[in-house]
């Protein structure tokens, strides 16, 4: 690690969704777990109020899954030599898919169905989008991508920067990614609607465009939508990417094959952010083994919008044939389930049903659960019940009904009056599992504002 970027760095403790404070929107994240022994997130980073990313890179990384390090700025779009705000990036190559012509039918019907982000008043210059990062001979190789449509590469001595001398490369798109092969071989991908792959150079800051191969995975045969990222398992490549088969890319699905090229096989959908905000609209993440164990990365949007989006991971299995299980979306994360008497907050929801969303008070800094329709629903998944809890104390302010289930059963509710505490009973002797998904109904509502809630056993 690099004490440089560590003396200005955010250490936080949490081993549940979302992985870093609610202030830091890392998304589209590619997980490494480095020769340091520590698991390193790269991603690109919502910091606008508008538009996808900003113009700088953080890293977070962690060495047990439970104590994280948020690092300082590692590489600013400002300072790559070559962006031209003039141009813009290459939404798709050939013919428009039938996705992105049925999108470009919507926004013409209804403008502010901006999908591309190309409306909006740009608030910060040189963007840089979903990046990925390699280790190789001592050096670490960071590939990004920038609104001008661009590719490049930096380097470090550090896994978390600061990255420098640029590099273009002889592309143009979004979402790079890169794959280190046991042979020593690298190879280079990105791509919206149909991924190109090739293998890099030795210097791993070129290749020969004569050796690409397009249509690895395309959005006809693999439901492809962005964010190629690749893992090999054994003797099989897996290929990991935002997934349109249930309608918009909230899902990450993935794709197989025997060589880093393909040809690939589309297998299924491991995981789909549908339901963390009204507004979601995309999902892009990798998985990844990390002592022992395997993890999808994946991000969740927030404030009913688009954006803001945060990193969040689940554990996964991989069967002997190959298969990685469609896993739900949790609030516990890669930790345990909650244990009564641990506090739950409102914006580690895993769930966000009708119109509440996860919102943020600018003057107090907070975040919450915001509740605005009778009907709205949120879901907590999982509170361990190897105790069953006697009442809930919730922390909120305005005024709703509420009903309070456990794994679909009736525990409790009534009416939250107004600021501050309230605490209601539970009968949970109905309940014989170890752990439940929590659900709260929301009825009556005058507006109400959700900070957290805590189960307790007595």
Not at 377 to 398: C, D, H, N
Request: with cysteine.
């Amino acid at each position: 690690m690099n004490m440089e970027t560590i003396e200005k760095a955010q250490i936080y403790h949490n081993t549940h969704n979302p992985l870093l404070p609610p202030e830091h929107h890392m998304p589209d994240v590619e997980a490494h777990v480095m020769s340091d022994g520590r698991l390193y997130l790269y991603g690109s980073y919502d910091a606008c109020k508008k538009e996808y990313c900003s113009n700088f890179y953080r890293v977070a990384s962690t060495a047990d899954m439970e104590n994280w390090i948020v690092s300082d700025k590692v590489m600013s779009g400002t300072n790559v030599p070559w962006f031209d705000e003039n141009a813009s990036v290459e939404k798709s190559q050939g013919e428009l898919t039938p996705f992105i012509r049925k999108m470009m039918e919507e926004m013409e019907k209804n403008p502010e169905l901006d999908y591309f982000g190309t409306t909006v008043e740009k608030e910060q210059k040189a963007l840089l989008y979903a990046p990925d990062c390699m280790e190789k001979d001592g050096k670490y190789y960071l590939y990004f991508c920038m609104e001008d449509g661009s590719e490049g590469v930096a380097v470090s001595e550090h896994p978390d920067g600061l990255f420098g001398s640029f590099v273009k490369l002889p592309c143009k798109g979004i979402d790079p990614a890169v794959f280190l092969d046991e042979d020593g071989k690298a190879y280079y991908f990105w791509g919206q609607f149909s991924a190109n792959g090739v293998m890099l150079n030795d210097d791993c800051r070129s290749f020969d465009s004569d050796r690409v191969v397009h249509g690895l995975v395309t959005e006809q045969e693999h439901y492809f939508h962005e964010g190629f990222s690749m893992r090999k398992i054994g003797n099989t490549y897996y290929a990991v990417f935002a997934d349109i088969e249930h309608g918009k890319p909230t899902s990450l699905g993935y794709a197989t094959a025997k060589s880093p090229l393909g040809p690939f096989s589309y297998r299924g959908v491991i995981i789909d952010n549908s339901g963390c905000d009204p507004s979601t609209w995309n999902n892009h993440g990798s998985i990844e083994c990390f002592q022992g164990q395997w993890y999808v990365f994946y991000h969740r949007s927030s404030r009913n919008t688009k954006i803001n989006r945060r990193v969040c991971a689940e554990k996964i299995e991989i069967l002997p044939d190959g298969r990685i299980p469609e896993v739900l979306m949790t609030s516990q994360g890669p930790g345990a389930p909650f244990e009564p008497e641990e506090r739950m907050y409102g914006f580690q929801t895993c769930g966000c049903f009708g119109k509440c969303y996860i919102d943020y008070d600018a003057h107090g800094g907070e975040e919450y659960l915001k509740v605005t329709e009778d009907g709205d629903r949120a879901v907590f998944r999982y509170l361990s019940l190897k105790t069953l809890p006697q009442s809930v104390e919730i922390r909120s302010r305005g005024r709703a009904g509420i009903d309070i289930c456990l794994n679909n059963v009736y525990v409790g509710g009534g009416e939250i009056t107004g600021n501050g505490k309230t605490v209601f009973l539970l009968d949970c002797s109905r309940i014989d599992s170890l752990q439940a998904e929590i659900e709260l109904v929301f009825k009556q509502v005058e507006e109400l504002e959700l900070n957290s809630m805590v189960f307790h056993v007595s």
